[in-house]
């Protein structure tokens, strides 16, 4: 059966475009949206991430400030700046790289962002307003699934779909998001009882746990759509998903490879929720 590739670089090229045209509005009116980047510590894939996300601002036009703290910096130190970054008017996002160190609480970090500059949408009151339907930052993975998905015209209503995961980066939120698209919804994790069964049984498979190429052919109905968010090096440096693509693309109707599939699309949606951020903290100058 062919498949239909979910090319996640196409659609972020394709919306990248067309933010920028909305931020070149903005400009004529006075208005750059700033994003500011916190990272601490010295781990190299965070690094990348950081450094894509500033690339990825100014491609478009969007002000990137980074702010980057030694491995022991004091929780004082990182909430200091957090609240320094809530009162700057020329920042209208806060993201601060996780993982962060093990001697800072992550949780009590979040929280400490201004929820109308937490373009990550972890903060309580965003994970809650995306809850109850009404989501004003939707964490960028899951978000940008569901454009991928609306974009390659599949629809969610009346699908199962099976959510491997459970964090509360994508997981959680990514089942709140189809749950709302009117899927009938699972969670798997890793205490999940027949793990294959459930997920040979997905309409729309979505696999986010960090194990290489751990969900072969076996765990997927013919014609499944499958979504990998994973993002694993094996052994011999090939960068590889949590899904085996070369055997569950010969099943599925539609997949997304890693890399080239969610990893952009979350990288756009970044910058999605970076410019209405932007609009609600400006929207007297945009009247
Ligand atoms: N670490 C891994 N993914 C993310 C993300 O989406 N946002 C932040 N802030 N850190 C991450």
Same mark, same amino acid.
């Given at each position: 059966?062919?498949y239909?590739?979910?090319?996640?670089?196409?659609?972020?090229?394709?919306?990248?475009?067309?933010?920028?045209?909305?931020?070149?509005?903005?400009a004529?009116?006075?208005?750059?949206?700033?994003?500011?980047?916190?990272?601490?510590?010295?781990?190299?894939?965070?690094?990348?991430?950081?450094?894509?996300?500033?690339?990825?601002?100014?491609? %478009?036009?969007?002000?990137?400030?980074?702010?980057?703290?030694?491995?022991?910096?004091?929780?004082?130190?990182?909430?200091?700046?957090?609240?320094?970054?809530?009162?700057?008017?020329?920042?209208?996002?806060?993201?601060?790289?996780?993982? %962060?160190?093990r001697?800072?609480?992550?949780?009590?970090?979040?929280?400490?962002?201004?929820?109308?500059?937490?373009?990550?949408?972890?903060?309580?009151?965003?994970?809650?307003?995306?809850? %109850?339907?009404?989501?004003?930052?939707?964490?960028?993975?899951?978000?940008?699934?569901?454009?991928?998905?609306?974009?390659?015209?599949?629809?969610?209503a009346?699908?199962n779909?099976?959510?491997?995961?459970?964090?509360?980066?994508?997981?959680?939120?990514?089942?709140?998001?189809m749950?709302?698209?009117?899927?009938?919804?699972?969670?798997?994790?890793?205490?999940?009882?027949?793990?294959?069964?459930?997920?040979?049984?997905?309409?729309?498979?979505?696999?986010?746990?960090?194990?290489?190429?751990?969900?072969?052919?076996?765990?997927?109905?013919?014609?499944?759509?499958?979504?990998?968010?994973?993002?694993?090096?094996?052994?011999?440096?090939?960068?590889?998903?949590?899904?085996?693509?070369?055997?569950?693309?010969?099943?599925?109707?539609?997949?997304?490879?890693?890399?080239?599939?969610?990893?952009?699309?979350?990288?756009?949606?970044?910058?999605?929720?970076?410019?209405?951020?932007?609009?609600?903290?400006?929207?007297?100058?945009?009247?």
């Amino acid at each position: 059966m062919a498949y239909k590739l979910l090319d996640g670089r196409d659609l972020a090229r394709r919306m990248k475009e067309a933010m920028k045209l909305e931020i070149r509005d903005m400009a004529g009116k006075g208005i750059v949206p700033g994003l500011a980047v916190v990272i601490v510590g010295n781990d190299p894939a965070s690094r990348i991430y950081v450094n894509n996300k500033k690339k990825d601002c100014e491609e %478009i036009g969007i002000r990137s400030f980074e702010y980057a703290l030694p491995e022991d910096a004091s929780e004082d130190q990182l909430l200091g700046l957090i609240d320094a970054l809530n009162e700057d008017p020329a920042v209208d996002g806060i993201l601060v790289q996780l993982p %962060i160190p093990r001697h800072l609480d992550e949780a009590k970090v979040i929280r400490r962002i201004s929820h109308d500059k937490d373009v990550d949408g972890f903060h309580p009151y965003n994970t809650g307003e995306l809850m %109850i339907g009404r989501p004003v930052f939707a964490p960028c993975t899951p978000a940008g699934i569901m454009e991928l998905l609306k974009d390659a015209g599949i629809d969610a209503a009346g699908k199962n779909c099976v959510v491997v995961g459970r964090s509360n980066i994508v997981g959680k939120p990514m089942a709140m998001m189809m749950l709302h698209a009117n899927a009938t919804v699972t969670i798997c994790h890793s205490r999940t009882a027949n793990l294959k069964d459930v997920c040979s049984r997905a309409d729309i498979l979505i696999v986010a746990i960090g194990r290489s190429e751990f969900i072969t052919a076996d765990y997927v109905k013919e014609g499944a759509v499958v979504i990998d968010v994973g993002m694993n090096r094996r052994d011999d440096g090939k960068l590889t998903g949590d899904v085996d693509f070369e055997g569950v693309s010969a099943k599925a109707s539609a997949i997304t490879p890693v890399p080239g599939g969610v990893g952009p699309m979350t990288r756009t949606m970044l910058l999605k929720n970076t410019i209405k951020a932007s609009k609600m903290h400006k929207r007297d100058m945009l009247s």
